[in-house]
């Protein structure tokens, strides 16, 4: 695998090149190339994950000290969800270095934006573990908050899970919860049940390839209960 490139577009040249290879290995690659030295990068996704949320946290903080937590909670959200890290994983041209199953390959849908965003969150753990701290939070300042003006011109950030959350607050005085209720398939393509709770009552639910995925749809399908008139 040829990573030069990919270390040119995003400016870190890695010490140790196997945990950039790492961070670009889908599970469904080594179900097809077992002996492949290479671990794939649930791991690395694992740990970018908290390392996206905390700086992004740090720097929402910082930059909008009039802001309440409600608010800093749905501008993160719209930063570091799927879509948006889907979004980044094109960018970047992460396409051309993912190691994947030759089924996984072919999808060009919703799967394939949620690999995208798993894999930058991959590759945010890689670099942390890598280069420290400050070169993780000057890849996501660059790649992640460059979209933050976007986000707010457009409002994005009215996604629906945030808008469910506003509106359950205000007429029930509850926060939406969520669970999931059921979870099948294999571990590179699961498929997930997520109900969306008000108090003790589900309200609706959703399916998606990934928690998150599942999670907005639920949102979407309770606020059409309250369109209805008949939150549940």
């Known amino acids: 695998m040829d990573i030069k490139n990919l270390e040119e577009k995003i400016g870190v040249e890695f010490k140790k090149k196997e945990l950039l ?7 469904s690659y080594l179900n097809e190339n077992p002996n492949f030295k290479t671990s794939h990068n649930e ?4 740990l970018g994950d908290a390392v996206l949320e905390l700086i992004t946290t740090e720097f929402l903080y910082e930059a909008y000290p009039s802001y309440q937590e409600g608010q ?5 959200a719209a930063l570091v969800n799927y879509q948006m890290l889907g979004k ?11 190691l994947l199953s030759r089924g996984e390959s072919k999808d060009t849908g919703k799967a394939r934006e949620v690999i995208l965003a798993n894999t930058v969150e991959a590759l ?40 469910l959350q506003e509106i359950a607050q205000n007429k029930l ?21 997520i109900g969306v709770y008000l108090g003790e009552n589900i309200s609706a639910e959703g399916k998606g390839t990934s928690k998150q995925e599942a999670e907005i749809n639920a949102a979407e399908s309770a606020l059409k ?3 209805e008139g008949e939150p549940r």
Not at 43 to 46: A, I, T
Request: glycine share 4%.
């Open 72 to 76: 800093l909670t749905t501008l993160r």
């Open 173 to 193: 005085k509850l926060t939406p919860t969520y669970k999931v209720l059921s979870e099948a398939g294999p571990d590179h393509n699961k498929k997930f049940v």
């Open 43 to 46: 791991r690395l996704e694992y």
């Open 21 to 27: 290879k790492e961070a670009l290995t889908h599970r």
């Open 124 to 163: 945010i753990g890689s670099i942390y573990l890598d280069q420290g701290y400050e070169v993780a939070k000057k890849f996501i300042k660059e790649f992640v908050f460059s979209h933050l003006e976007e986000i707010l011109s457009q409002k994005l950030y009215r996604d629906p899970k945030s808008t």
């Open 225 to 227: 209960n309250f369109k």
């Open 88 to 98: 980044i994983g094109k960018e970047i041209n992460l396409d051309k270095y993912l």
